[in-house]
């Protein structure tokens, strides 16, 4: 008998073993773009540098009714926005989401979720923000690579200190017996 990670447990190298991570497929789940200063805006973003601002953030929901009890919904939700002085250039919003089988302990699952599974998305929903701020007449907006590990650990970090916050407003004020 072959000592492969498949083999181990004795199950002989079953082939009904599970994958960790599986993805069953991605979409677009909504897609807004507003360019509610064109064309004037165009012309003047020849001569200014504009203010992109962007925000991501990534949720994920057990799938219910499922067949296969470890099917979960994963979505990075991701807005830009253009501006130049005061004036709005673009606004893209996306929406795009994956449908992942995981097969992990539970202590892992949370990892999965929100590092693991966006981190095979974003390239997908890269390329749908740079095709639509490109067709919307502007220059292609090429996001930066995202740390999801480092938004998860800063996520665990901020419900740390809620928490905290929570008892400590719970606990009598110290003082003299």
Do not use: W
């Amino acid at each position: 008998m072959n000592d492969t990670p498949e083999n181990a447990g004795g199950n002989g190298g079953d082939t009904a073993q599970q994958a960790a991570l599986s993805i069953n497929g991605q979409y677009i789940k909504d897609l807004s773009f507003e360019s509610p200063n064109s064309p004037g805006i165009l012309a003047e973003l020849q001569n200014k540098q504009p203010d992109v601002n962007v925000n991501v953030d990534v949720q994920a929901a057990k799938m219910e009714g499922q067949p296969a009890q470890n099917m979960y919904e994963v979505v990075l939700d991701m807005r830009a926005e253009l501006k130049l002085d005061d004036k709005v250039g673009f606004i893209v919003e996306l929406k795009y989401a994956g449908v992942f089988t995981i097969n992990v302990p539970e202590e892992h699952l949370g990892a999965m979720l929100l590092i693991e599974c966006p981190r095979m998305l974003f390239p997908f929903a890269r390329n749908i923000f740079a095709d639509t701020t490109r067709d919307g007449g502007f220059v292609p907006l090429m996001l930066q690579p995202i740390d999801f590990a480092a938004m998860y650990q800063a996520n665990l970090s901020r419900q740390v200190q809620e928490a905290q916050d929570i008892v400590d407003n719970l606990s009598p004020p110290a003082g003299n017996a």
